[in-house]
């Protein structure tokens, strides 16, 4: 039996998946930098444009005729836009953090608007004590050792570049529209306790897909045992 393949969309850096050697364990994995991050150059696109191609150009370097898509938090977007861009490879998408829209008004917001804006501004004016924020916001997901490395690995200028284009998602509401066009099989991840994503915007998107796969974790997604688990169950399905 061929193994499965699986492709791990980078909010930033592929360093975010600390679960790739759980996952490399059964499938092919693939996974990157974003543009400007590390050994990669520069793109001449800018925001979301800039990530889906970046991603695709993975995929096509792979020459993959077929996977799996995965994103977490606000990559679930760009891994949403990956499989609309290749409907004939995208066999199903894992998104942790499952959420239909990134709005941070109203009762049933999925996104706590005052740890978002603290993060954001936080980027803005003060870098490094903006990625040491990690720790504290994931609770310990990303470790001091892994935040070492993205010091090293990610110039300021990138990640605030990358930051603002994914805030600015905000005001995307075409991700429910495209996972109906696409209609591939769905594994959605809700992170218990996450102080940025709520419980509600989770529901909303189990409730809007009840025939997807479904997990909770308690650690955040791209860094939990539990998700590569599920992982592996949905790609088996498939």
């Known amino acids: 039996m061929s193994r499965s393949r699986v492709l791990l969309v980078a909010q930033i850096t592929e360093l975010e998946w600390g679960i790739k050697p759980l996952i490399e364990e059964w499938a092919e994995v693939a996974s990157y930098d974003a543009p400007g991050v590390g050994d990669e150059p520069p793109s001449a696109e800018a925001g979301m444009d800039a990530l889906v191609a970046r991603a695709l150009a993975e995929i096509d370097r792979r020459g993959w005729d077929s996977c799996v898509v995965a994103g977490d938090e606000f990559t679930s977007a760009v891994a949403i836009h990956v499989a609309a861009a290749r409907p004939d490879v995208v066999q199903g998408l894992a998104l942790g953090h499952a959420v239909l829209r990134f709005s941070d008004e109203g009762h049933d917001a999925p996104i706590a608007g005052s740890i978002l804006a603290a993060f954001r501004q936080l980027l803005e004016t003060d870098y490094r004590s903006w990625v040491r924020a990690y720790t504290q916001l994931t609770r310990g997901a990303y470790d001091d050792q892994t935040m070492e490395q993205f010091l090293a690995r990610v110039p300021p200028e990138t990640a605030r570049r990358i930051g603002v284009s994914l805030l ?19 594994l959605l991840a809700e992170h218990r306790g996450c102080l940025l994503f709520t419980p509600e915007g989770f529901r909303a998107a189990a409730e809007a897909f009840p ?4 997990v ?10 539990e998700f590569a688990h599920a992982l592996r169950r949905f790609c088996e399905s498939l």
């Open 168 to 186: 600015s998602l905000r005001d995307d509401t075409s991700m429910e529209t495209i996972l109906r066009r696409v209609n591939v099989p769905l």
């Open 216 to 225: 909770s974790t308690v650690d955040k997604p791209n860094c939990s045992p």
């Open 211 to 214: 025939e997807a796969q479904t």
